[in-house]
């Protein structure tokens, strides 16, 4: 051991708590100093961890000063929360695997542990010890030629079904996926890394089946992945039927098997043995003797990487990057079989990630008046149509609300209506007064843009959204077939209706068309339209994004909106990664940002942003949005970020003030 071992308690005093208390034991890095328990005065409880004083209650070990890092041994569905909890208190979390119950939920911890300064890491114990370098190392170097396909399982039978143990329990994340399946997943990914010279590789598609049985978690699952350089893995996974887990790696010159991977050479040291196949039926057997203990090579690993000042482990370690990857296969594995718990649902689920009740600061998102809008909105609005399920969503919902964010942009076609019910059950589950929210709706998409539709589906989207009224509602595309008076007609009678209470428009429509509504409403005593939900950028959109798209950047737009003071509520911004390291001369690779953004006026543009934000130590996409924002005329971005990281970047250009001489050059050189 060190002179200066890095601290452990444990959170959640289990059988696997027990067993990473051996690995510190034997570890080089770590001293176990506590245990927090919600029954200190369980009978033997201290037995499995020696010399370690016992807690009352989660909260003590946070808040003990002795204790520098935690293992957190909790049941899946408090992994997040108590890592969250864990890195404001200033610890350092290893998370027994899996460290989230979604890849939404594990970017939620790396955030605040990036924002605490504290080291997080998942604990796939496999991954650091030294035959998996190995297996890595003998893939690099070719011992079986080109990797084409991977197998692997993780499977046993319990003796019997039983609903309270936690493998079985719906309200405790059990099944297969999560528990085992996620080895044979990491392990799928780190070998397609490994032949590609990367630590890792994504799956392009993830095609999944399973079982669901009588608690409705999966009992026995499977999953295809298909990887960019075209090799193919099979996974399995099960809690009620035993599999025979070997790990065979098919290439082009024979195979390698390993039995049980994960433990290697045993939990308590051991010699591994890895197996090459040929075709000619010789075989090898490459062996690796290790002392060690399974579990004391995570302990020194998080040790090290701790000591040295970082925040994650290194690779073959479960980085971020890898975490988030592996977490968002088995998210794909999970709605392909139809697999949401109980827990993840909104009656269940009334508090944020971190177990809190939702609050709202006295200080946050700056708030501005809007013609036609009987609250002060946020700066920006947030928009969400990414999210698969409501434990996903409300991550960021919850993110936006608590730092100052007020205004939500929903639509009718987003999702087939998801969106709109994420944000009814949302704002009903947090408990969230009508008052304290400004929703925007969205409705006659293509193909069916027609007047009479309009009352059809807002109707629909009041249901979903849970309310009676929106605050701003938009006809998402327009018919030039149509004279435009009926569709003046058909907003007007949801207004005098009370079912839309603020401004009513056009998303993607003409000056021309704009014109003529705001004509004819005058004209014959009608609402008319008060707002617009175009696209609006310091890049000027080439070609449409998606058919029937209208930008709102050139100068003759720019000239319109001055000229009417009409608030146009601007989709995509920020150029959808133009201005970004996505996008640049001679970078081909996404195909939408060449088609839709790549010109030299552009990048003249992008250029400037770039210098622009090198001389305010800032990013060239804060440079973008503050360029929106500080137009002679109203404009409300609608931001999508999927993830609280992403938010707190954008959220954080809004105290950009740029001035008319800096716009101009931005825009004009």
Not at 153 to 178: K, T
Not at 182 to 207: D, H, N, T, W
Not at 362 to 379: E, H, Q, Y
Request: charged share 25%; with cysteine.
């Amino acid at each position: 051991m060190t002179s200066n071992p890095v601290r452990w308690g444990i959170l959640g005093p289990g059988s696997i708590a027990k067993t990473f208390a051996g690995g510190v034991a034997h570890s080089k890095t770590g001293k176990l100093v506590a245990i927090a328990t919600r029954d200190p005065e369980r009978p033997g409880l201290g037995d499995g961890f020696p010399g370690a004083r016992i807690l009352d209650g989660y909260d003590a070990l946070l808040a003990d000063p002795e204790v520098e890092a935690i293992y957190i041994a909790t049941p899946h569905p408090g992994h997040a929360e108590w890592a969250i909890k864990a890195a404001e208190a200033g610890k350092h979390v290893l998370v027994e695997k899996p460290l989230a119950l979604t890849s939404f939920e594990a970017g939620a911890v790396f955030h605040a542990a990036k924002k605490a300064g504290t080291f997080a890491a998942e604990a796939f114990m496999y991954r650091v010890h030294p035959q998996t370098a190995k297996l890595v190392e003998l893939v690099k170097a070719g011992t079986i030629g080109e990797v084409r396909a991977i197998k692997s399982s993780f499977g046993f039978a319990m003796p019997r079904f039983d609903a309270s143990h936690r493998l079985y329990a719906n309200e405790l994340a059990g099944g297969g996926i999560l528990d085992v399946g996620c080895y044979p997943v990491s392990m799928a990914r780190l070998i397609a890394g490994a032949a590609a010279g990367q630590p890792f590789l994504e799956p392009e598609k993830v095609y999944g089946i399973g079982h669901l049985g009588k608690s409705g978690v999966d009992e026995w699952a499977s999953a295809l992945l298909k990887f960019p350089n075209e090799i193919l893995a099979e996974v399995s996974c099960s809690v009620s039927l035993a599999q025979d887990n070997v790990l065979r790696i098919l290439g082009t010159t024979g195979r390698i098997e390993v039995k049980d991977f994960w433990f290697a050479g045993g939990r308590e040291g051991g010699t591994g043995a890895i197996t090459v196949h040929r075709p000619d039926g010789s075989v090898e057997t490459v062996t690796v003797p290790e002392e060690g203990w399974l579990y004391s090579f995570e302990v020194d690993a998080a040790g090290e990487a701790i000591r040295a000042g970082k925040q994650e482990l290194s690779p073959p370690g479960m980085t971020w990057a890898d975490t988030l990857g592996n977490l968002a296969v088995l998210d794909k594995w999970r709605a392909a079989i139809g697999l949401e718990y109980d827990i993840e649902r909104p009656a269940n689920r009334p508090r944020t990630v971190s177990g809190r009740v939702i609050s709202r600061p006295s200080a946050g998102i700056p708030k501005r008046s809007l013609p036609g809008v009987s609250r002060d909105t946020s700066l920006v609005a947030l928009g969400f149509e990414f999210f698969p399920n409501f434990s996903g969503a409300s991550i960021l919902l919850d993110a936006f609300y608590e730092a100052g964010g007020n205004l939500f942009d929903t639509a009718y076609v987003y999702g087939n209506g998801k969106t709109e019910a994420l944000f009814g059950e949302w704002q009903s589950s947090r408990g969230i007064a009508r008052d304290d929210f400004v929703v925007i709706g969205k409705g006659a998409h293509s193909p069916l843009v027609y007047p009479d539709i309009i009352s059809k589906q807002l109707t629909q989207t009041l249901d979903r959204l849970k309310t009676d009224h929106v605050d701003v509602y938009f006809m998402h595309r327009d018919n030039p077939d149509v004279p435009v008076g009926e569709f003046v007609d058909a907003m007007d009678a949801e207004v005098k209706a009370g079912r839309i209470r603020g401004p009513f428009g056009g998303s993607n429509w003409t000056r021309e068309r704009l014109d003529a509504a705001i004509a004819y409403a005058e004209k014959n005593g009608k609402t008319k339209p008060g707002a617009l939900s175009n696209n609006f950028s310091l890049a000027e959109m080439v070609d449409p994004i998606w058919a029937g798209c209208v930008h709102a950047s050139d100068d003759e737009w720019k000239s319109w909106l001055n000229a009417h003071q009409i608030p146009n509520f601007a989709w995509s911004s920020q150029g959808r990664g133009f201005f970004t390291e996505r996008a640049g001369r001679g970078k081909m690779d996404d195909e939408e940002i060449v088609r839709c953004w790549y010109s030299e006026k552009n990048f003249g543009r992008r250029d400037r942003a770039i210098e622009l934000a090198g001389k305010l130590g800032r990013s060239p996409i804060h440079i973008a949005l503050a360029y929106v924002l500080a137009q002679p005329f109203p404009v409300v971005p609608l931001i999508g970020p999927r993830t609280p990281a992403e938010l707190e970047d954008s959220l954080s250009a809004l105290d950009i003030r740029l001035t008319p001489d800096q716009v101009a050059w931005l825009d004009k050189g």
